[in-house]
T-cell receptor, first 114, second 116 residues
Framework: KNQVEQSPQSLIILEGKNCTLQ??????????LRWYKQDTGRGPVSLTI?????NTKSNGRYTATLDADTKQSSLHITASQLSDSASYIC?????????????FGRGTQLTVWP | EADIYQTPRYLVIGTGKKITLECSQT?????MYWYQQDPGMELHLIHY???????EKGDLSSESTVSRIRTEHFPLTLESARPSHTSQYLC???????????????FGPGTRLTVT
């Protein structure tokens, strides 16, 4: 069964600190992995997307890594800001269908305190 | 910010009412999607469309229906709302890729539906 598991479920950090969110997946055949940021009451917004051949990608203070062999990914946030408070969702796409089906994790709820 | 819009943003309605959630995009994307999301849970695909006059059911069974008469418009309708339909509904769109490559999905802001 294709699944995407994220940890931790929730995380509280102080402003200015770094943090790392984890994602494990069993989706096969793998096409790409995306990290989305979803603010409360809003739709998800893409942060990064990585294909099989990419093992790291950065977007400002966000850096995602991918280990396709172990089927793990992480999202590292540097120098956190209050505006980083949101749910971070790991999404994996398969290449076994024309639709390019997306499999969503439940997200890590990050809270940044001043 | 993606050019995809949803209305209304919030809706509180009584049981048995018919409702239509609107979704429109100005990016000319062929593919459009409807997802349902409960608090703290993952998004579930309930409907998708490859283009005009194309609609398919998604992974999660839903009593809602959709239509795709115009490329930019993908409304979702509930004929008779029930409390079990209370959820957040997210619309998304993407380009059509060559082969089986899945392209970036752009999400709307969502509609928070509460059925009393």
């Amino acid at each position: 069964k294709n699944q995407v598991e994220q940890s931790p479920q929730s995380l509280i950090i102080l402003e200015g600190k770094n943090c790392t969110l984890q994602c494990n997946y069993t989706v096969s055949p793998f096409s790409n992995l995306r990290w989305y940021k979803q603010d409360t009451g809003r739709g998800p917004v893409s942060l990064t997307i990585m294909t099989f051949s990419e093992n790291t990608k950065s977007n400002g203070r966000y850096t995602a890594t991918l280990d396709a062999d172990t089927k793990q990914s992480s999202l590292h946030i540097t120098a956190s800001q209050l505006s980083d408070s949101a749910s971070y969702i790991c999404v994996v796409s398969d290449r076994g269908s024309t639709l390019g089906r997306l499999y969503f994790g439940r997200g890590t709820q990050l809270t940044v305190w001043p | 910010e993606a050019d995809i819009y949803q209305t209304p943003r919030y809706l509180v309605i009584g049981t048995g009412k018919k409702i239509t959630l609107e979704c429109s995009q100005t990016m000319g994307h062929d593919k459009m999607y409807w997802y349902q999301q409960d608090p703290g849970m993952e998004l579930h695909l309930i409907h998708y469309s490859y283009g005009v006059n194309s609609t398919e059911k998604g992974d999660l069974s839903s009593e809602s229906t959709v239509s795709r008469i115009r490329t930019e418009h993908f409304p979702l309708t509930l004929e008779s709302a029930r409390p079990s339909h209370t959820s957040q509904y997210l619309c998304a769109s993407s380009e059509s890729g060559q082969g089986r490559m899945s392209y970036e999905q752009y999400f709307g802001p969502g509609t928070r539906l509460t059925v009393t």
